[in-house]
């Protein structure tokens, strides 16, 4: 399988549609603590996991949290499905602000994977809509994102590579 080899001090990026596998990759590759999870931000300021009005301030807790731990020299690993250009930059330039660099690692696999796991979660209810969208927003921007000054840009295409990788962080 594939070595992902990612900062040891700095940020890391989960990649993702809904049911991409983020979360369930992040418990494998890395410790609980070293992962700031937006959904677990979400449910600390709402009672409602699907309550989208909290988006913000979850985010802002994200933010928070992972310029709090880059401060203090800690890798730090994004799990939120930072789809978006704009999601990403921001995380990207809180690194910068801290002189650390970020790495990024996709976990690209189809719509027909991303909806059928997602139908048999208990977790959350996501519309294959919303895996389309997600999932345009990262087609277009998957051929640029060596662009956005990661250090390191991991693409895993399908659940064998994903299954396959392991993670080795680097000095
Ligand atoms: P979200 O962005 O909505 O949080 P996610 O990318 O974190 O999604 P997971 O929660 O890790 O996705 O996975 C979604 C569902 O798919 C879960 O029920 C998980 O158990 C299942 N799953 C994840 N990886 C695999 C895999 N390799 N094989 C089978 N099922 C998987
Ligand atoms: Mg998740």
Redesign the pocket.
């Known amino acids: 399988g594939r070595v992902l080899r990612v900062p040891d001090t700095g940020l890391v990026l989960l990649v ?1 549609v ?8 992040a418990a494998r590759w890395f410790r609980p603590t070293q992962v700031v999870s937006s ?1 677990a931000c979400r449910a600390l300021v709402s009672d409602d996991e699907n309550d989208l009005s909290a988006t913000g301030d979850a985010f802002e807790l994200v933010n928070a949290i992972v310029a709090k731990r880059l401060k203090r020299r800690l890798l730090t690993v994004v ?1 939120a ?1 930072s789809v978006r250009k704009d999601d990403r930059a921001q995380l990207v330039r809180i690194a910068k602000e801290h002189d650390l660099p970020a790495a990024a690692i996709v976990l690209d696999v189809t719509e027909g994977t991303a909806n059928k ?2 139908a ?2 208990t977790d ?1 209810d ?1 519309p294959p809509r919303v895996v389309s969208r997600q999932r345009q927003n990262l087609r277009r921007d998957l051929k640029r994102m060596d662009r956005e000054g990661f250090r390191r840009l991991h693409v895993l295409r399908g ?1 064998e590579e ?2 396959a990788a392991r993670v080795e962080p680097e000095r």
């Not at 809904?18 to 990759?25: D, H, I, L, P, R």
Request: charged share 35%.
């Open positions: 993702g809904s049911g991409s596998g983020k979360s369930t990759a959904d799990d499905t796991r997602n048999g979660r959350r996501i659940e994903i299954a």
